[in-house]
């Protein structure tokens, strides 16, 4: 723990002007990233006497062991650098808000020749039209299903498109009416887009002039005595209007706002957004987060506000943000949201009124997240808790395993050998730390083997960052330490247990491995599959935990995700080795120009049969890139012919091959 006077800079050593500060530990890894309008001002505040600081700063100053800071010239640029750099460096002691869900939107691919509706989770893709999001993901497959009936959209994958384009056939929504079939060209990609385009529209609130449209087209045709299109029309209607009785309207048609509600308590907090469109709730997202510094309602709205449009432009960012408590630096923030939106944005408290009434709806909302937060916390942590002290004693260890990790061997008959490696801490799975391994040292099938290369690699790593930030001095002279940059590393932290998928020889290879490498205080188990049975170094008789046990629930649940993990990754590396092709075996041959030929030429039949000179004429193929592809084309051994088993009749291969990569990158560097 580290006295802050001992890294405290000088008086007038930092300017007196706006910018962003990042405090560093012993070990050069960023612990707290933030901004100020006087960096000389709100850096003087943690280096008083620490017994006055809240115990949450407390902890952070004497955590770090140094601190820097950047001047910039504007509150506003101070707020965009703090945002980069909590995204980049992820600090322990920042706030960091994490979805209590992964929540569905409703997304229009207007990046795509045809435009495709679909429900769609995680970031958002550059040229995607995104409403929502939603609570449910059934909601908007209601709302689709209405809409498609006035506004028949593609819906359909890229393999569904593809294939009805080849046999002149639509799909089942072709046919009832609920697609217009641009696959087999009942109407042109203008018109298609066109379609797409009105579908976004109404989303977005306008629907006022599209029912009015409507409902005179109805009329026109009424009055022309053609019943069946009025019919039509009249229901396209009522599906419209039932798709609009889906979302309440709760403000003004007109209005656009996004409203923001805070409920916390000292230790956690809890954050719900309900966005408004054209009047209507079109989506609700909720947050939760631990207070690892010490901030009020403000500073939570603001770093809210920060994770909610850092991402975002245009209409995205609403013409008006209702946040319960406005920011300390509110001149600085509606800056930054107008610069995002490309035009002004209000951020104010809602005083009286409908806004006010739904303020406090989305308020009841936030608190009820919380309480339900906590209820599911307090059962997880008492569960997760027990768990890991029935293991911390089953396996004799001097604490509770905060972190595991568990390693897993997999192939198909000795070939695509590869292993995995899941992390759990504090009994839960981290998936950003998952890593995948491919057997290098050898060929073929040997599991004990494969476990000590992989255990060996994982913990070479490790020393290897102790390495660079100085925490473990290399046996040999004259390396230099070199200086971390801030950012989270790979293999920088180290599990207090390791678990192997397997029995006694897997575990001793993994021990051996540890021993090999000089590592003594890292626990090392395997779980055999047949008796759920676990295994120490060295052991001649296994541990065995109750069926009932918390603590053997959990190393199941460990090692299942190791298993699944590793059998996920083999599928995939075989999976791109059976797709590989002649054109993968051609050095340089990227996969744009591989497209091209293939694309060029029609199939691979085709452009064995070509000359250098016609194999030149595609874009981006030179001389020297021909008589290569030609060589490799020459030297390959062409597939036989397929033959129809009921007719006998050979048929030609006139289909494009499939253009993969011939091998797979590693994933453990």
């Not at 939603?134 to 497959?141: E, F, L, N, V």
């Not at 030609?630 to 030609?652: Q, S």
């Amino acid at each position: 723990m580290a006295d802050p006077s001992s890294y405290r800079p000088k008086p007038g050593q930092v300017p007196d002007s706006p910018g962003v500060y990042r405090f560093r530990d012993e070990h050069r890894r960023v612990i707290y990233v933030g901004k100020a309008k006087s960096l000389r001002q709100r850096l003087a505040n943690y280096f008083q006497d620490v017994a006055g600081l809240h115990p949450r700063t407390a902890t952070m100053v004497t955590t770090a062991a140094s601190v820097e800071w950047t001047v910039v010239s504007t509150e506003v640029e101070a707020l965009q650098l703090e945002y980069s750099w909590i995204k980049e460096f992820d600090p322990r002691f920042n706030v960091k808000y994490r979805d209590d869900k992964s929540y569905p939107s409703l997304a229009v691919t207007l990046n795509e020749e045809y435009p495709r509706v679909q429900v769609m989770r995680g970031p958002k893709k550059k040229g995607v039209r995104y409403f929502g999001p939603y609570g449910h993901a059934w909601a908007i497959r209601e709302t689709v299903d209405l809409m498609l009936r006035v506004f028949p959209v593609r819906t359909c994958s890229a393999g569904v498109f593809k294939r009805s384009a080849q046999i002149g056939r639509p799909c089942l929504l072709g046919y009832i009416g609920k697609c217009s079939a641009p696959c087999v060209g009942r109407v042109s990609p203008e018109e298609h887009r066109e379609l797409a385009e009105d579908f976004c529209d109404f989303m977005a609130g306008r629907t006022g002039t599209y029912l009015s449209r409507l409902e005179k087209q109805m009329h026109e045709a009424a009055e022309e005595m053609e019943y069946e299109k009025a019919a039509r029309l009249r229901d396209d209607m009522g599906a419209l209007r039932r798709a609009m009785e889906k979302n309440a309207v709760v403000l003004a048609d007109a209005t656009d706002a996004d409203l923001i509600a805070v409920a916390e308590d000292e230790l956690e907090a809890a954050v719900q957004i309900f966005h408004v469109r054209g009047g209507r709730v079109r989506g609700q997202r909720g947050w939760v987060t631990d207070k690892v510094e010490a901030v009020d309602t403000a500073g939570l709205v603001e770093h809210a506000l920060q994770q909610l449009y850092g991402e975002e432009s245009g209409e995205s960012v609403p013409k008006e943000v209702l946040v319960p408590a406005l920011p300390e630096d509110t001149p600085a923030l509606n800056q930054w949201l107008a610069e995002r939106r490309g035009s002004q944005v209000s951020l104010r408290i809602p005083q009286r009124g409908d806004k006010k009434s739904l303020m406090e709806t989305v308020h009841r909302n936030a608190q009820q997240s919380l309480a339900l937060h906590k209820t599911k916390r307090a059962s997880d942590l008492t569960t997760r808790s027990r768990a890991l002290e029935e293991i911390a004693e089953a396996l004799d260890l001097d604490g509770a395993p905060l972190r595991i990790e568990c390693f897993d061997i997999s192939h198909l008959q000795g070939d695509d050998v590869v292993a995995s490696m899941v992390v759990f801490e504090d009994g839960l799975a981290r998936k950003s730390e998952y890593r995948r391994f491919q057997i290098k040292s050898f060929e073929g099938q040997d599991d004990v083997r494969s476990m000590h290369e992989v255990v060996s690699r994982r913990f070479r790593r490790y020393l290897q960052e102790k390495l660079k930030t100085g925490e473990w001095e290399a046996e040999e002279e004259g390396g230099e330490v070199a200086e971390d940059d801030g950012r989270p590393k790979r293999f920088a932290y180290p599990p207090q247990l390791v678990v192997v998928d397997g029995g006694q020889p897997q575990v001793a290879a993994a021990k051996r491995a540890l021993e090999e490498l000089g590592v003594d205080d890292v626990a090392v188990c395997g779980l055999a599959k047949r008796l759920e049975e676990v295994w120490l170094p060295g052991e001649d008789d296994p541990v065995v935990l109750p069926r009932t046990s918390e603590g053997l629930y959990l190393l199941q649940r460990v090692r299942d995700e190791a298993h699944r993990f590793a059998i996920q990754y083999q599928r995939n590396k075989r999976g791109k080795r059976l797709k590989s092709g002649p054109l993968d075996e051609v050095p340089g041959l990227g996969e744009s120009r591989k497209q091209a030929l293939v694309k060029h030429f029609g199939s691979v039949k085709k452009l064995r049969q070509a000359t250098i000179d016609q194999i030149c004429e595609v874009p981006g193929i030179g001389r020297k890139t021909a008589e290569t592809v030609a060589a490799a084309l020459a030297g390959a051994v062409p597939a036989g012919p397929a033959v129809n088993t009921a007719t006998g009749e050979i048929i030609e291969d006139e289909t494009p091959a499939p253009a993969g990569t011939s091998s797979e990158r590693g994933t453990e560097q």
